[in-house]
């Protein structure tokens, strides 16, 4: 763990990977102390924003132990349809060297958590427990994927809120809506959330 500053209100918790940042994230939202505003998870940080003095934030930091997965409580779970027949769904069954109706099942059988968000609002990286489903970005990114769509890339899934231009492997699509801003909080997917997919 290496803390950096990032202002006056906030601190920038650094760790050597996903894991461990997840772990950590776990251990910090679960109980954060009053002056602490907001925790922002991504790949291998924690943004810590808060209303004080640095010091007791910075105490706290330090003295948090990450948890362990699936100790945490009150997380959420969200269940997802998914159509398979994604335009990339033969491709990733190359990659994979399993049948498309394999790389189906690995997706459906395994329960994915929300790692962190970003790219566009509503957008959750989702990491998984089967290794088997890991596979490279398209080498040529799409100028516009559709709205919906269900795409693996390295070691993610995910759901595109919107029609953007993307290069994630496309392995089906779905009708939740992952963004609305007249439900609270907007987001469907936030860090921590548990997804389960079915197959619609």
Partial sequence: MRIHSAGRSATLVEFDGLDE???YYRALAA???????DLVPAARTVL???DGPPGPVLQWISSVQPTVEGTEAGSDTVTIPVVYDGEDLDEVARLTDLSTTEVVAAHLDQTWTVAFGGFAPGFGYLVGTDTRLHVPRRTSPRT???VGSVGLAGEFSGIYPRSSPGGWQLIGRTDAQLWNLDRDPPALLRP???VRFEQA
């Fill in 48 to 50: 810590v924003t808060f």
């Fill in 21 to 23: 940042t997840m772990a």
């Fill in 31 to 37: 109980d954060p102390p009053p002056p602490v505003v």
């Fill in 144 to 146: 516009s994927v559709p």
């Fill in 192 to 194: 921590g959330t548990t």
